[in-house]
């Protein structure tokens, strides 16, 4: 079980992560956006950090409410209102709990993919976060369902983001700034599927 201390931790584990590869999100929006992914992400989980010990006692629900709504108004861009929504989503689904298992984690990336695709109308294959998010979220939910234990799942589902993330180097961006390419975008990574694979890597690191 993971309780909402844990939750906190968690959380900045993935803003330490962002930052590491905020350069890097950035050179891969250059390549075939408007050269801010990094910056964006960077500048919401700043926010997120700074707001954690205000929320840090609520139940994890309240505290990923907080973090979706830091993100939305703060990150800018697509992936704000996106990432926003899904943290908001997963915050819903979690709300007055103090600790959640790894039923209530699966459940909370369905949501949040749900929030994603509420939000930005894009489906599987369009080479957005989604062709990481959706593998992860398919592969944690079989490991699970196979009766592997939080580790395994966890790993399961950044294998399965990666090999996402290296698929949207092999299709033609269909949603966002990314599109305007068209069949320029083959052959790029999307930084969308790479920020959400960061995510989920610290996810897995702290847990
Ligand atoms: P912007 O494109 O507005 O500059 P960012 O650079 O922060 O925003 O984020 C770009 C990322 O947002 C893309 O790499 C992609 O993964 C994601 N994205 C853009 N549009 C959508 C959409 N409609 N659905 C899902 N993800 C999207
Ligand atoms: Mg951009």
Request: aromatic letters at 4%; proline letters at 2%; charged letters at 25%.
């Amino acid at each position: 079980m993971t309780d909402n201390a844990k939750v906190v931790a968690i959380l900045t584990a993935m803003k330490e992560a962002i930052d590491e590869n905020a350069q890097f999100l950035t050179d891969l929006d250059a390549a075939i956006g408007d050269n801010d992914h990094g910056i964006n992400m960077a500048r919401g989980f700043k926010k997120v950090e700074a707001d954690l010990p205000g929320v840090a006692a609520k139940d994890i629900g309240a505290i990923l409410k907080k973090v979706g709504m830091d993100l939305v108004s703060t990150v800018g861009g697509s992936s704000g209102p996106l990432y926003g929504t899904a943290f908001m989503k997963a915050g819903a689904k979690t709300a007055g709990k103090m600790e959640i298992g790894m039923d209530d984690f699966l459940v909370m990336i369905d949501e949040a993919i749900g929030g994603v695709q509420m939000r930005g109308k894009a489906v599987a294959g369009e080479k957005t976060m989604l062709d990481a998010m959706m593998p992860a979220r398919d592969a944690m939910k079989a490991a699970a369902a196979e009766g592997k234990g939080v580790r395994e799942v966890l790993d399961a589902g950044v294998a399965a983001a990666e090999a996402g993330v290296e698929y949207t180097k092999t299709i033609i961006a269909t949603k966002g700034r990314a599109s305007y390419l068209g069949e320029r975008s083959i052959g790029h990574q999307d930084p969308g599927a790479t920020s959400f694979t960061v995510l989920l890597k610290a996810i897995a690191s702290a847990y």
